[in-house]
């Protein structure tokens, strides 16, 4: 367990609306990542950094930004918010020289 | 392109022993990893295979052929709290973890 927090837990928006989702660890963890989950995708992964400010796109991510100004923080925004992005979306964080990926609890996010 | 494949649902009894297969192809291959996800709640680490082979840990062990691009978890002496979705993924050349859809076991009495 990495002492991975996400906030908010849930969330509904609108169609159109700029949100930002927070992943915070506190055990300095170098590598952090964000995953969407969907019924009958699994998990995908959106972005990933490798260090502070240091980061670059996953799979899936087409509308999707990130930010890591501090090591302990790493944010994503959807930019402009569609009813495709309505997911659950898990943080992951990793040691340096580790191999095992710790997810956070995830958020519910709900674009109408 | 990449591919993990994993049957979408089991069913086993209390008590019994479960295999939960995965098959993969990716781009490259750094190691496997199975997770554990109860309903509603995060994906939890399981096991991690790079060698060929069998790594046991308790009631879990799981199992790795690279020249068959093969896994599978083995659960014995399954209990209630074992009912969950299991995910295999693997970490392909570039670093990334690729996951399959996961498989919902449900254990009952």
């Known amino acids: 367990d990495a002492g991975i927090t996400q906030s908010p837990r849930h969330k509904v928006t609108e169609t159109g609306t700029p949100v930002t989702l927070r992943c915070h660890q506190t055990?300095?963890?170098?590598?952090m990542y964000w995953y969407r989950q969907d019924p009958g995708h699994g998990l995908r992964l959106i972005h990933y950094s490798y260090g502070v400010k240091d980061t670059d796109k996953g799979e899936v991510s087409d509308g999707y930004s990130v930010s890591r100004s501090k090591t302990e923080d790493f944010l994503l925004t959807l930019e402009s918010a569609t009813s495709s992005q309505t997911s659950v979306y898990f943080c992951a964080t990793q040691r340096e020289r580790e191999e095992t990926q710790y997810f956070g609890p995830g958020t519910r996010l709900l674009v109408l | 392109g990449q591919n993990i494949d994993q049957p979408t649902e089991m069913t086993a009894t209390e008590g019994a022993i479960v295999q939960i297969n995965c098959t993969y192809q990716t781009s490259g291959f750094n190691g496997l990893f199975w997770y554990q996800q109860h309903a509603g709640e995060a994906p939890t680490f399981l096991s991690y295979n790079v060698l060929d082979g069998l790594e046991e840990k308790g009631r879990f062990s799981s199992f790795l052929s690279r020249s068959k691009g093969y896994s599978y978890l083995l659960l014995k002496e399954l209990q209630m709290k074992d009912s969950a979705s299991y995910l295999c993924?693997?970490?392909?050349?570039?670093?990334?973890?690729?996951f399959g859809q996961g498989t919902e076991l449900s254990v009952k009495p």
């Open positions: 055990e300095n963890h170098r590598y």
């Open positions: 993924a693997v970490r392909n050349q570039g670093g990334k973890l690729i």
